[in-house]
């Protein structure tokens, strides 16, 4: 039974589908089509058919080949509690484990717009934040790594600032290789534009929704052309055009907010990495303004 080597278990709309990419070009790396099992979120996966179904997913790693996957379930305290128990248990001690972070102001205006895009909230942001404290959450990249470093060695977690990342992409890889102990003369053909860009994408209508959620287009999927992600973006431009407004985002009074709850962790939490807070402007210069690649995920 093949079970992954490595996680990148978040953060949620911080480039984790462009490192899941990346990765997923080198010879030496293999990634399941489905990018987020979400399979250690639960105490299912500790029964035989739920492993052995994960699993699977692996089926097709070539010998001599490490795997790994990319749930960002994995950061969602406290949605999702004990997952990094779970990991160890079922992926054992030697597990490694990536975490790639960007500016918390802007993972959580892009959480925003995605969830928006997929018509699961309201277009205002204002409205979305006073009924849902994952906004803030889940840019709390302290809390959320913490429970991984009570089960892990600090020597087998990695974390990337997404900002860094996108910037030089060849150098940045070559430093994850090397922490998963791979040929670092493998030279990976990347794409120079980072993946699924939240904000070209309009939100989903409500019949598109209703059909990926249905149990009819998990049979269909596999039917579908495309792979993976891709296949909803096939059906999407096969059906009638939707095009909602696009989101608001947070207003003064919320940004301020979100500065102020995750100020003193978010500097711990540099400190503690040796991440480049003036890549984090957006954040601690306490403004939201254009930036580029804002919704990458």
């Known amino acids: 039974m093949t079970l992954p080597s490595f996680l990148i278990v978040g953060a949620m709309k911080a480039g984790t589908t462009t490192l899941y990419d990346d990765l997923?070009?080198?010879?030496?790396?293999?990634?399941?089509?489905?990018?987020?099992?979400d399979a250690l979120i639960s105490d299912e996966i500790y029964g035989?058919?739920?492993?052995?179904?994960?699993?699977?997913?692996?089926?097709?790693?070539?010998?001599?080949?490490?795997?790994?996957?990319?749930?960002?379930?994995?950061s969602k305290l406290p949605t999702y509690?004990?997952?990094?128990?779970?990991?160890?248990?079922?992926?054992?001690?030697?597990?490694?484990?990536?975490?790639?972070?960007?500016?918390p102001l802007l993972r959580a205006t892009s959480h925003h717009a995605y969830l928006h895009r997929r018509g699961y909230v309201q277009q205002d942001a204002n409205h979305a934040i006073a009924n849902d404290r994952t906004?803030?959450?889940?840019?709390?990249?302290?809390?959320?790594?913490?429970?991984?470093?009570?089960?892990?060695?600090?020597e087998q977690v990695l974390v990337i600032q997404f900002e860094r990342y996108i910037a030089n992409r060849e150098e940045q890889l070559s430093g994850v290789c090397r922490f998963l102990e791979l040929d670092l003369d493998e030279k990976v053909a990347i794409d120079s534009q980072g993946s699924n860009q939240t904000k070209e994408l309009s939100p989903l209508p409500p019949y598109l929704r209703a059909i990926r959620e249905s149990s009819l287009y998990l049979r269909l999927h596999a039917m579908l052309p495309g792979k993976g992600r891709s296949k909803m973006g096939w059906l999407r431009k096969k059906l009638s055009g939707y095009d909602p407004p696009p989101a608001i985002p947070f207003d003064a009074s919320n940004v301020v907010l979100i500065q102020e709850e995750l100020h003193d962790?978010?500097?711990?939490?540099?400190?503690?990495?040796?991440?480049?807070?003036?890549?984090?402007?957006?954040?601690f210069n306490r403004e939201i303004r254009p930036f580029p690649n804002a919704n990458l995920d």
């Open 265 to 283: 962790s978010t500097c711990e939490f540099i400190d503690e990495w040796g991440l480049d807070e003036s890549l984090w402007g957006v954040f």
């Open 48 to 74: 035989d058919s739920v492993r052995k179904k994960y699993a699977q997913l692996f089926d097709d790693c070539p010998l001599g080949c490490i795997s790994g996957e990319a749930s960002t379930t994995y």
């Open 81 to 103: 509690k004990r997952v990094p128990e779970r990991a160890k248990q079922v992926l054992g001690d030697d597990l490694r484990i990536i975490y790639i972070v960007r500016d």
């Open 135 to 154: 906004y803030i959450d889940y840019s709390n990249y302290a809390m959320q790594l913490s429970s991984w470093m009570n089960h892990f060695p600090r």
């Open 24 to 37: 997923n070009s080198h010879s030496q790396i293999f990634m399941p089509e489905v990018k987020e099992p």
